[in-house]
């Protein structure tokens, strides 16, 4: 076999042990925190037809779905085409050729899972997913073609609770993994379109939300300069001036858009599910978290019904580390109608640079061998096999290097592995059975019995 | 947005919350002992570069590599093949259109793996992995187009203590997952190539093996007439017809094998290797596993160079449970020579079907929510709130049904989830302090405060 180069698709990436063990490091806890909050774990097929995908993200989202080459003779099914004499172009050949795809998101897998499944769950269903996604982007800097998605949602339930408890695992989870200053924003669909009602201009929601953010940087003329550059009017930035100068506590901010709002149900109806969020969280003690109203928020606004979420931390420049909110009808698509849902979503990879940034990741961990037993030769070898048994009946997670290598290899070894701590066996510890045993990080060496040796590492 | 059926491709999976938890079961038991014995967790990309896998598995498993489309208008390569007049065959145009495919197993893109990060890797290098792995195999009972592999791996040391260690390795995890009779077959490829020297038909030592094999359904009769059908002579049978008979404990089978293949260097090499992994075994105490020699075992027999392991359990009819070896230049395709490695696999979707047959999965687990608190109203939710914030504060999985529903409702909720107490609150246990706590296996009501209800969760 003619051998070649070793290479992955660009836009893929290889996960080393310590990027397993931090990785792990970051899953483990949110799963936790999930799960504590009565979440339960559901993982779908890599592939989903691909009619079940279609359509569900956007003319451009289709094209970046990833697509499987019907398996066997494929072009068989083209021969009609072919004899129509119409062209084999990519768009007529691909219905042909190719009916399955790759997980594009875990979102509309999980409507389908609902719909599929609808009969065995228990509602409401509040379930937890993490597994990888594809999306044929341009791969760049943080950017990738597969990535984990690490999401929580609830259906068939339209408490508000559900909306506070979110911001709950938010916030513990990401104060176990050790943050200590980031900020859950929220805002609610129903408040932009009080708004939006406000001046008559529904459909133009998205500008305004984008020109009011930007009043930290260009301050209010700015502001309106944009704004009317976009087709408001004069009337509509007096109408706006309220919102856009909206400041204070949340509860400030609330008060101010109880007389803003006046006039629109809708708007009304968004405070007064803001209030509500924020009363549940009066019953529940945060760890970290900062909470702030900010009407600026509208990430997925065709989506989003009611509340919406985003995480940033203040800790690090980055974009937002997690993101969620209400939707309705997001079974619809596949026929279930009327079941209300809401859900979060962890952005991993970027939790993990914060991390690293941070360095908030755990030095030590249970995950990696404590001791690396090194030995000169074949019968100290033998002589090692008891004791190395001994360890792992204790459960410490131990190695034995094989004979043969130089003792300075093995060392290198248990360095390369950051192994804590070495017993080395020669010829003098097997006739005084004091072993050397070697902590790396300090480099002290003691010539320990296999008892102590046995007392040392369980206890630290 | 039309409504389309929700289905998913044939031959994939959805996972429910319980089989979740019983799968993570068994990877997290299997994952332990891989880390208590120094195995290290990575994860390769589910697309390699179609190049990488084609051509290592053979004709038939090229053609059950899924591929994936390339993205974009993919048929724009394809315009030189319709210049040139060439047929647009499935063989034609694949080179064209798709360039990835979906990783068929985990031991190539392991070799790949190895070679491509060899300057950061610490040889011996002992790795652990367990993903999904794709195959165009027709559907059918137990046989999915996506399923888990569970690999652990060494490369880069030739010594026998890795062998005698995935001995272990099966041993402890078998036997923590509830197996109690078990039996880790070991043969060694040298063994056999011993054997076909003795009759100088190397290359039959397939159908050799499989006409042993049926010793004990056919007899010796039986046995020596399938091996003439073979092409063997009488002569070959005469000399073959004591290893068609060995029998007795490992240690008389070897002495046995000593005599048969004193003339095969080969053989007696193999002799060797197996006795030498017995010896390192005398100083491991193994939990469940019985170790039998098994001179029929010949799994992947083109693959692997020195001993060669299988894992059966005896409590219920079921293929190999595990499986696994030693082979040489597993990394030769990729251009990195003379690499040794040995591993194993575990066949965790049997092992699933086996816990399940024999009822071992636990019944009560830390996983899921082990509270729910029922509130008849508003009042009652409210009331509730501390309680089930100090729950979670003890790290107890707790949840709150929203108030609306039916109390029926709400236990037949707390039923599904097999949650094992359920608080309720009504007016009366409000005014009391006396909530109503059922313990729902044995339908127990009892009427305790908030603290006694804390300290009777965190024991149980």
Known sequence: ??????????????????????????????????????????????????????????????KLIFKILNSGDYMLKADGLKQKGEELSSKNLLPLISEKALRYDLTVPFARYVVMHQN??????????????????????????????????????????????????????LSKLGLTDFTIKINNRKILTGIAELIGKPSQIVDLTVAIDKLDKIGLEGVEKEL??????????????????????NEEKLAQLDTILEASDSGLKGIAEIREVFDYLASFKLNKAKIELDLTLARGLNYYTGCIFEVKTNEVAMGSIGGGGRYDDLTGMFGLQNLTGAGISFGADRIYDVLEELNLFPHTTQESTKVLICVFG???EKYALPLLASLRAQNIHAELYPFGAKIKKQMQYANDKNIPYVIVIGGDEMQSGKLTFKTMQSGTQEQLSVDEIMKKVMVS
């Open 1 to 62: 076999m003619a051998s070649i180069k070793a290479s992955i698709p660009k836009g893929t990436r290889d996960f080393g042990p310590v990027e397993m063990i931090r990785r792990n490091h970051i899953y483990d806890t949110i799963k936790s925190v999930f799960k504590k909050f009565g979440y339960q774990e559901i993982q779908t097929p890599t592939m989903e037809n691909l009619d079940t995908l279609t359509g569900k993200y956007g003319d451009e989202g289709d």
């Open 120 to 173: 065995e769950i228990a509602f409401p269903f509040k379930r937890f997913q993490i597994q990888p996604v594809w999306r044929a982007d341009r791969p760049q800097k943080g950017r990738y073609r597969e990535f984990y998605q690490c999401d929580a949602d609830v259906v068939g339930s339209n408490s508000l609770l559900n909306e506070a408890e979110f911001i709950c695992i938010y916030d513990e989870a």
């Open 228 to 249: 009317l550059s976009k087709g408001f009017t004069a009337e509509d930035l007096q109408t706006l001036k309220p919102v856009i100068l909206l400041a204070g506590s």
């Open 378 to 380: 074949k019968e100290e």
